[in-house]
């Protein structure tokens, strides 16, 4: 399938997705959308705080512990009264649903996706 949106590797590269463990969630009251507001460990990168809208399949005490992927090199964005500083990924479903990236076995927090 042609795509219009084409990266280059140097536009891929830039891109800075990283494992980390999640070690706070909790419901985001403030926020239109039903989402939670977690914080994620990155290992030697920090502990990042971030918003997810990822309540049709996770409840927040199944969060604690699971490792994800993130982008941690987006600026910082408002999201109601808090400052989001990463980005989790996941695969999106028909029905908006959004299922977590996360590594297939436990490896050290800040580990690099390459």
């Known amino acids: 399938m ?6 280059t590797w140097s536009d891929f590269t830039k891109v800075e997705m990283r494992i980390g463990t999640i070690i706070s ?5 403030e926020v239109k959308n039903p989402a939670y507001k977690m914080q994620v460990d990155f290992g030697d990168y920090g502990i990042k705080k971030t918003s997810a809208q990822i309540t049709k399949l996770y409840q927040p005490e199944d969060l604690i512990g699971k490792q994800v992927v993130a982008v941690v090199n987006f600026p910082k964005k ?18 908006k649903e959004v299922t977590l990236l ?13």
């Open 2 to 7: 042609e795509n219009n949106n084409s990266l």
């Open 102 to 114: 996360t590594a297939e076995r436990a490896v050290k927090n800040g580990t690099k996706v390459a």
């Open 78 to 95: 408002q999201i109601a009264n808090m400052m989001s500083e990463c980005l989790v990924l996941g695969g999106l479903g028909d029905d």
């Open 25 to 29: 969630a909790e419901l985001f009251k």
